[in-house]
């Protein structure tokens, strides 16, 4: 497998550097780099820490670094997690307002403690806080349940204070969406999983409307919601395929199909095994987090409904 | 009437789906075939997800019918979380 960490890869402009990832020899991992500047978001980083997970230390291959900002590679705890040594000195400085460094996540237990422990490194405010919470808790909680995945979930964050946005990538090497989501339905495509997967109501658990006593269904239509009512981008990445939620300066319409919300879609890029999310989250939003479920109240409500609807038997006159 | 505090239980934010389902198997439904209303206390609570709220109430109304929300009482819930709550609510009930 090959990666190479471009100069820049954040949500909007990310389809490069996913179309440049290389999937061949699953046993192999070779990291290369832009030589002068990386500037990546944590989405990225997750990748690379995830596929560097699936392969033996002695089998990862890192180009000589020489981007002045290859630090952060260091700092971010790429090496740390890939069990690899990197000839990269730091002055090491409290990470409280800055970033979630890569981290991996293999049980309930490790998440409900990582999330007490993710605010103060964040040093948000209780209001600020709360969609975080919630986006990391929904996302890692689908790996845990719906991946398969035996390294469970990576995740990373980085608060950018210029542009006041929290970005956040959790990433696993699971099943994928198609096969979860296969369980249930028929389905042909990896585009038409995440299609599905971001529906309301639907689950990999069971072709019932509604999901089961466990699984509702909700979790990722919840959480595109977060990002689409704050006018940020959104990326889910299973197989072949991503889905972009774009960004959109007009009042946003929560939608029960996601193909109706502002949207590109990529199904011909390297096979993913596992799944990807990125978000953005912006946080001077002047809306609250409780009048956003308001929105998600109706559009859920309205989307079961027509589910169960459409399932319903006609009648039939002779 | 039983009360269930669940902030000793599940911290300040309400997300371990696991603790909800074992709330609701080992205390909740007990308590509801004892004849007895339910109180679930959020106090200290600050937020939680959907799927925590899910985990810990959908199957009681598929189990004993929405006439359940009769003798469950959510005591202590700020505004998110009472709205949280009113979503699962709502949409156990459209789903059936």
Redesign the interface.
């Known amino acids: 497998m090959k990666i190479h960490l471009p100069n820049s890869a954040f949500l909007g402009n990310i389809d490069p550097f996913l179309r440049s990832f290389g999937a061949g020899n699953p046993d192999f991992l070779e990291i290369t780099a832009n030589k002068k500047w990386i500037s990546l978001h944590p989405v990225v980083l997750a990748m690379v820490a995830a596929l560097g997970l699936t392969v033996k230390p002695e089998n990862i291959f890192i180009e000589k670094l020489e981007a002045k900002s290859k630090h952060y590679l260091e700092r971010i705890g790429l090496f740390k997690l890939l069990g690899l040594r990197s000839d990269i000195i730091i002055t090491e400085h409290e990470p409280a307002g800055r970033f979630i460094p890569l981290t991996r996540i293999g049980s309930s237990e490790e998440l409900s403690r990582f999330i007490v422990d993710m605010v103060p490194l964040l040093h948000l405010k209780p209001d600020q806080a709360e969609p975080i919470k919630y986006v990391v808790s929904e996302l890692v909680r689908n790996v845990f349940e719906h991946s398969s995945s035996k390294a469970g979930a990576i995740i990373c964050a980085q608060f950018y204070k210029k542009s006041n946005i929290i970005r956040i990538g959790i990433v696993d090497t699971g099943i994928g969406i198609k096969k979860s989501i296969g369980a249930s339905y028929k389905i042909s495509s990896d585009i038409e999983a995440i299609k599905l997967a971001l529906t309301p109501g639907i689950t990999g658990t069971t072709s019932r409307i509604g999901g089961t006593e466990f699984n509702a269904g909700a979790g990722l239509f919840f959480i595109k919601s977060i990002a689409k009512s704050a006018h940020d981008f959104f990326i889910l990445y299973s197989g072949n395929a991503m889905y972009k939620l774009l960004t959109s300066a007009s009042k946003p319409r929560l939608y029960i199909d996601p193909f109706r919300d502002r949207h590109s879609l990529n199904e011909e890029l390297p096979y993913w095994q596992g799944t990807v999310v990125g978000i953005d989250i912006s946080l001077g939003q002047k809306q609250e987090f409780s009048q956003l479920l308001d929105f998600v109240r109706d559009a859920y409500v309205k989307a079961i409904s027509e589910q169960k609807k459409a399932k319903y038997k006609k009648a039939k006159f002779i | 009437m039983i009360t269930i505090k669940l902030l000793p239980l599940v911290?300040s934010?309400a997300?371990?789906?696991?603790i909800a389902?074992d709330v609701r198997l080992k205390q909740v439904v007990p308590a509801l075939d004892g004849k007895k209303e339910v109180v679930l206390d959020f106090e200290g609570i600050?937020?939680a997800?959907?799927?925590f709220i899910?985990?810990l109430i959908?199957?009681l109304v598929?189990k004993y019918d929405n006439g359940v929300l009769d003798k469950i009482y959510f005591k202590n819930c700020n505004?998110?979380v009472q709205?949280?709550i009113?979503?699962?609510v709502?949409?156990?009930q459209?789903?059936?």
């Open positions: 911290g934010f997300e371990n789906k696991d389902k600050d937020g997800t959907q799927s899910h985990a959908s199957d598929r505004k998110t709205k949280i009113n979503i699962v709502d949409y156990i459209e789903a059936g």
